[in-house]
């Protein structure tokens, strides 16, 4: 059997067909009150961002329930905490402002997703609203929005990813081992458990 490649819409169309008439038209460009109470809910995103090049970047975001602030009806922000500080989506969105974010709420199988325009805000009045355990944000992502929808349930159904029976969570090494195995770096793998033992928890926000 040879590798069929799909290299039109039309191809991609025969394969997937088209989407009903709900599905075409539930994008919007405005928050609606109920998209207010998802972000409040959620703690938890993931923003996608391309470099000039076009290579890609997925970066995970959390923080307690609400950590996006909703600056007006077209406009939310998203804070920075402190990191590894690679910056590979903050290096896109300085070359290229598109941003997809998706937003989680545990336990429901829908999710939230945004599409827009980003760019990397310094310092802003708002920034006191996202203070948590007293710590600012290092920066924050202003995101004006371009598209916002609600998206189904099935790629969570069918992962059965908020069901604890199907949880694995000792299927591979601790991330102490699986960072000395696959990076090789320097420090000894005690060393690399201590640094992720309980004292990790303290660095959240320092």
Known sequence: MTTREITSE???RELIGTPMPRAAAKDRRTLHERD?????A???????TA???????VSPKGDPPGFALVLDDTTIAIPERPGNRRADGYRNILANPHVGLVFLIPGRTDTLRINGRARLIADAPWFADMEVKGHRPLLAVEVAIEQIFYHCAKAF???ELWQPETWQPDVLP???RLIKEVEAPAE???????????AYLETLYR
């Open 157 to 159: 159904l069918r992962s």
């Open 51 to 57: 470099g000039a090049d076009g290579t890609c970047d």
């Open 188 to 198: 000894s793998l005690a060393d690399l458990e201590r640094h992720y033992g309980p």
């Open 10 to 12: 039309a191809e991609l």
């Open 174 to 176: 601790t991330r102490a």
């Open 36 to 40: 207010r109470e998802w972000l409040a």
């Open 42 to 48: 959620s703690p938890f995103c993931l923003i996608a």
